[in-house]
């Protein structure tokens, strides 16, 4: 079952921008860090960045300065703002939000489906 929805993602060509979102599910009591990976082809999936609850960012260092994580609270959305895209970024593109589930009061990290993005000229 996919916990979180994305969307956003397709070819591109080099120099090029994407933007993807998020979006968490509506029966949830609280968010705390929410943040995106990606798993390029023959290696394993590598943590692109994240954001706290507060707003506040880290990047990994092949994506600073290019990519920006951003979120909306009230529509529990993270989003990736992807300029000047590289080959090298192709990958798929998970995102993941820490939940607290309403019913039991538990967290959880959640998981998007995955998005694929392409960039090639």
């Known amino acids: 079952q996919v916990q979180l929805v994305e969307s956003g993602g397709g070819w591109v060509q080099p120099g090029g921008s994407l933007r993807l979102s998020c979006a968490a599910p509506?029966?949830?009591?609280?968010?705390?860090?929410m943040g995106w990976y990606r798993q390029a082809p023959g290696k394993q999936r590598e943590l692109v960045g994240t954001?706290?609850?507060?707003?506040?960012?880290v990047y990994a260092d092949p994506v600073k300065g290019r990519f920006t994580i951003s979120r909306d609270n009230a529509k529990s959305t993270v989003y990736l703002q992807i300029d000047s895209l590289k080959p090298e970024d192709t990958a798929v593109y998970f995102c993941?939000?820490?939940?607290?589930?309403?019913?039991?009061?538990?967290?959880?990290?959640?998981w998007g489906q995955g998005l694929q993005v392409t960039v090639s000229s």
């Open positions: 954001i706290s609850s507060s707003g506040s960012t």
């Open positions: 509506g029966r949830i009591f609280r968010i705390n860090a």
């Open positions: 993941y939000s820490d939940i607290q589930e309403t019913s039991t009061r538990t967290w959880y990290k959640y």
